[in-house]
């Protein structure tokens, strides 16, 4: 690596990213057949004898002969694999299709794996602050097996929601041939003792309000078998019915859609169930796509640009998807040097119309959207609006107007797409709010079933856990209108930004239509209702948010776009001054790790911004 240099320093910021810069073959050298050499990072290892203990290893490892040796690409296969998490346990089985259909396309194909959290699992305990680093640790893990093995190109295979930004950001940093096959959506479950169906958010508002006494069985309430214990269990015990992730518009299905959008799959990977045959299908033809990026020199950093972006904010905004969306584009965007900040965010929301009724809003769930054309159909009504820019290039060769040119129109009688001259919403439903309490920025989901403004007094909370401690026992109250703050929960203070699903949930359970809720900390996609995240500063390193106290009034404006507590400037500065920064629950482990490395949610909450 070079030393830095005054030419390669931003003295106001982080330096000039900087990677090892790899041997490899120019791309349109010739292999011994005359066609272009594919293995133009694996060539220079496999080709002389200049690394004999390598060859020999990958001779042990399955190479099959010489002549594979010397000319055959290596592509890594990597599974954002383990058991005991719907989303991912059936991933390591999906990377076998892939390596048996890259091994056809005569390359070699090597599976592994990096790991993830279940947000679901860990939601609403200490595990959760574990969730978003695993993005920084699959980015790193993919980085670090495709760069050191000197693999010639990648296929990523994730499925829960850090995943997906997890597996861009790799390819972004080794920006070599790449393809992404997200693991699908799960089904929908049904619960027959609540007559609908249900899925994994049903779980957590159907505790708050279990919690609020307001859980009943459809018919013979009360009865035996049919309590409000009963109508609980029966809800977990079908919500989740196999493989596959989280249901609804939630960050799985956002991240996987936007990235379709961006060019980075093949059409339709975002909408296929993860257990249709579909699926199966794209597993195979992931092997042709991926040769197709190597023969062509496709390659992440040439699809990761300013316009794909624009696509994956237009789409996010159109089905309602994720407020994490907005912290892993930012992420993705930062680690491609795309320019990309929370005005671009504001600006699409202002002229993209929220058109999807999908859950967690809505009414219906992934698996109703592919039964009516997918992914693909939707970007096909974008496309022909001039919302979405179809001559964006893609891993199939082709721009995204050809990849969905095969597929249907969205057919003229369903009911889950909104036409664009009768939205859900003339504007998205993502905001960015700024004021006294989030002068660097926040994060609100509004998509107008809740109104535009709330005002209310503030109740305070330092920890999530002591409002979900405070909603168990039903002292969150029906009346006067309230703004919960929950703070040091942002990414330094969680550490690790953890999710508030399991108290956003269970108000909107309990029907606490009065209460508003704003954190430093995070939302998962499956949360709804006034919520405002990602407030920046956070409360740990001094932000406003830090001195808030109980009665205070706080007003949310979508119509202003400001998150703002009625204290004078002088007031607020008086009590930053008496603020003292708590201790930090860990200094060992990853967690301290994290804490100390990473930067701001309104920058994507990056870990190597230095």
């Not at 030393?3 to 910021?13: S, V």
């Not at 972004?172 to 693991?183: D, E, L, S, T």
């Not at 796509?289 to 624009?310: G, H, Q, V, W, Y």
């Not at 201790?583 to 994290?594: D, E």
């Amino acid at each position: 690596m070079n030393p830095p240099t005054d030419q390669n320093i931003d003295r106001n910021g982080p330096q000039k990213p900087r990677y090892i810069d790899f041997p490899s073959l120019e791309y349109g050298t010739l292999g011994a057949d005359g066609k272009i050499a594919l293995n133009r990072w694996s060539g220079p290892l496999t080709r002389g004898h200049d690394f004999p203990g390598a060859q020999a290893m990958l001779y042990a490892a399955g190479v099959p002969n010489k002549e594979m040796m010397k000319n055959a690409p290596q592509v890594g296969i990597s599974t954002v694999w383990w058991e005991g998490n719907p989303c991912n346990m059936h991933l390591h089985d999906l990377g076998k299709l892939v390596k048996d259909a890259v091994q056809k396309q005569g390359m070699l194909g090597w599976q592994y794996n990096t790991i993830g959290v279940s947000d679901a699992i860990t939601m609403g305990g200490e595990g959760m602050r574990f969730s978003l680093q695993t993005r920084e640790i699959i980015a790193d893990s993919i980085e670090t097996v495709t760069c050191a093995q000197r693999h010639d190109a990648n296929i990523s295979i994730p499925g829960c929601d850090k995943n997906m930004p997890g597996v861009i950001m790799a390819a972004a940093r080794h920006n070599r041939p790449f393809v992404m096959i997200y693991g699908g959506t799960i089904k929908k479950g049904h619960s027959k003792l609540l007559g609908r169906d249900v899925n994994i958010s049903t779980c957590y508002e159907a505790s708050g309000a279990l919690n609020y006494g307001k859980l009943k069985a459809a018919t013979g309430a009360g009865e035996k078998g049919r309590t409000p214990s009963d109508v609980m269990d029966d809800i977990l015990e079908h919500a989740c019915p196999g493989a596959g992730a989280c249901g609804g518009m939630y960050t799985a299905n956002t991240m996987s859609t936007a990235i379709e959008a961006m060019g980075l799959c093949l059409p339709g990977s975002s909408s296929n169930p993860a257990e249709s045959p579909a699926k199966m299908r794209e597993c195979a033809k992931a092997a042709e796509a991926i040769k197709i990026c190597m023969e062509k020199n496709i390659r992440p950093r040439d699809l990761l640009t300013k316009e794909s972006f624009e696509n994956a904010l237009v789409l996010t905004m159109a089905l309602g998807g994720s407020t994490n969306g907005v912290l892993h584009f930012l992420a993705m965007a930062g680690t491609a040097e795309v320019p990309l900040a929370l005005d671009d965010i504001q600006r699409v929301s202002d002229k993209i119309p929220f058109l999807a009724d999908l859950a967690p809003s809505g009414k219906y769930m992934m698996e109703d959207l592919y039964q009516i054309g997918g992914t693909p159909s939707v970007l096909k009504l974008l496309v022909a609006a001039g919302l979405i820019n179809g001559s964006i290039p893609t891993i199939t060769g082709k721009t995204l107007a050809e990849n969905i040119e095969p597929f249907p129109s969205l057919p003229q009688d369903q009911v889950i797409i909104r036409p664009l001259s009768n939205p859900i919403k003339a504007t998205g439903h993502l905001q960015i709010l700024r004021g006294n309490l989030s002068p660097g920025g926040s994060v609100a989901k509004i998509t107008g079933k809740e109104g535009l403004v709330f005002t209310g007094k503030a109740r305070v909370f330092d920890k999530e856990y002591q409002l979900d401690d405070a909603l168990n026992k039903g002292q969150i109250p029906h009346g006067e209108n309230l703004v919960l703050i929950v703070r040091y929960e942002g990414p330094k203070g969680g550490p690790g930004m953890p999710e508030q699903l399991k108290s956003s949930a269970a108000i909107m359970g309990a029907g606490l239509t009065n209460v508003a809720l704003v954190t430093d900390g995070r939302y998962s996609g499956a949360s709804h209702g006034f919520i405002v995240g990602h407030v920046v500063p956070e409360a740990a390193v001094g932000g406003p948010i830090a001195v808030v106290r109980d009665g205070d009034m706080i007003t949310i404006s979508a119509e202003t776009n400001t998150l703002s507590m009625d204290v004078s400037d002088e007031e607020i500065a008086t009590r930053l001054e008496q603020w003292k920064p708590p201790k930090s629950a860990v200094n060992r482990g990853v967690l301290a790790k994290y804490a100390q490395l990473v930067g701001d949610a309104s920058h994507g909450a990056m870990t190597d911004l230095f």
